[in-house]
């Protein structure tokens, strides 16, 4: 799969408050939580953002609680994929889980501008960037499982996939 | 090679004779919590994959205790949704009204979570419980569904990283201080992917509060999970409470370690973890003046009895400054009935008090205890990130109960001496 987009740049520890605020966790409706999502980091996301944009982010991605939420919002608000230098362990579980594209890359960030275009091919873990110079980078490639988890569409496609196997 | 304590319980719900770091396995797991923010959407994935019965209604606990009592109707219509389920499948553990307290004080304290355990919970602080040497640990929304339909959960197994602290703490040194001090030294992602060990002489000082304080915020360090060996406290404190057996697991002589760090505590000052990151942390004599708006103890990191006599201690005889508002949350309705026994609200509502009931509240920005714009807020809970605990221009430092009750009565952040 590929996806293909402008940029959003975010530093390190970007927490799931930030990415979602708990005042709206009373609802796990996704346009609800889409309409505010990263709105603690940056107020204006949401209107500046088109559907399709890659966020580009320090460490320690969705640092903080365990809500799906902000999967789901940053998913509902169409960003197709996330490429941080790395990831909280719960939103790296939850991301796959759900089937939201998440790559590893400490080289990235510091490669590109904001608003710069990339392409990221999700199956060979390949990133270019539109109008750099040099070679793709190549990122460190899914765990084997994790690319399961993608192919059947998540988890839990992925335990009913495998109980109509047996 | 040996194995750790997180390796053994973990090597010890699957089938495999032996496991290391690295390994991707599939466990069974003892108990699979869920709450009124989580469980709902756990609910939807469980019955959209064709669900229809759980796999064991003793082992999925709901706890609603994080809108309620609920604060709005989309809070109730979610409390709602999981009473029925809860009902139509035959839950043993489900918890709301009167019952409800914050989950990760409520599980050890009613025995549903127990030593050699292995637990998932749809909350991040699920870890609380390695405080009684069980593996527990914080997962999404959609682990918890599928552990609700098949009874296991996938883990990479970690590293872990061994804390030794030595040495008896100063006075007004908590638990609370000495993970504080530790996240401090390692940052927010220190521990990340990793399970954390504490072990040392300091071990023996420590309370059951403490060592929970501790093993809660490990996810504030990144960890996996936070564990500690059991010993006779946590026997006392299990032995009570138990409905079922229970195992003491130990880490093996040459089990292996990802990192070993010597902590002196002898030394150590109570703690605050300045805005908006729980690594920016700052020694008492270190803080300076910062006046404060708003003084908050409770949460699952300090809300249990233990944390409440060290506040009534300090706020007996004494009040709130004027413009401080003091909240206090015992953890559970076992806390609250304990405390008023003991003649705490006595102090407390003396002291100013607002005695809030059992709830996580405030401490995620819920509701009961909101800051606006340009408010500070000490707060005896675990996370000071922007927004935390209302306004995103508002501000949290944490701290332990003492610090928040003398903070409480100085009108700023202040360590008990100072007053
Ligand atoms: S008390 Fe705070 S940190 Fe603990 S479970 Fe509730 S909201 Fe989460």
Redo the contacts between chains.
Sequence with gaps: MISKGNTWKFGN?I?T??II???Y????DPKVLAAHCM???D?DFMKKMTRGDIIVAG??FG???????A??ALKAAGISCIIAK?F???FY??AF??GLPIFESNDLWDLISEGQEVEVDTDTGTIIISGGAGEPLTVAPI?P?MQELIRDG????H??AKKKSV | MGMTITEKILCRHTEHIEIQPGMLINAKVDIALGNDITAPIAVSEFRGAGGTTIFDKEKVVFVLDHFTPNKDISSARQCKLLREFARQQDMKYFYEGGECGVEHALLPEQGIVLSGDLIIGADSHTCTYGALGAFATGVGSTDLAAAMLTGECWFRVPETMKFVLNGPMNKWVSGKDLILDIIGQIGVDGARYKAMEFTGDTIKYLTMADRMSIANMAVEAGGKNGIFTPDDITRAFVEKRARRSYTFYESDPDAGYSSVMEIDVTKLEPQVAFPHIPSNVKGISQVGNIKIDQSYIGSCTNGRIEDLRVAALILKNRKAAPDVRLIIVPATPEIYRQAMKEGLFEIFLDANAIISPPTCGACLGGHMGILAEGERCIATTNRNFVGRMGHPGSEVYLSNPAVAAASAVAGRIAGPDEL
């Design positions: 520890n927490d408050d930030a605020p708990a005042r966790l009373n609802t796990s709105e603690d980091a107020p460490e320690n640092c903080g609680s365990s809500r799906e939420h999967p789901i790395s909280a362990r719960i579980r939850n889980n759900m765990p499982f998540g988890l839990m496609k335990i009913a």
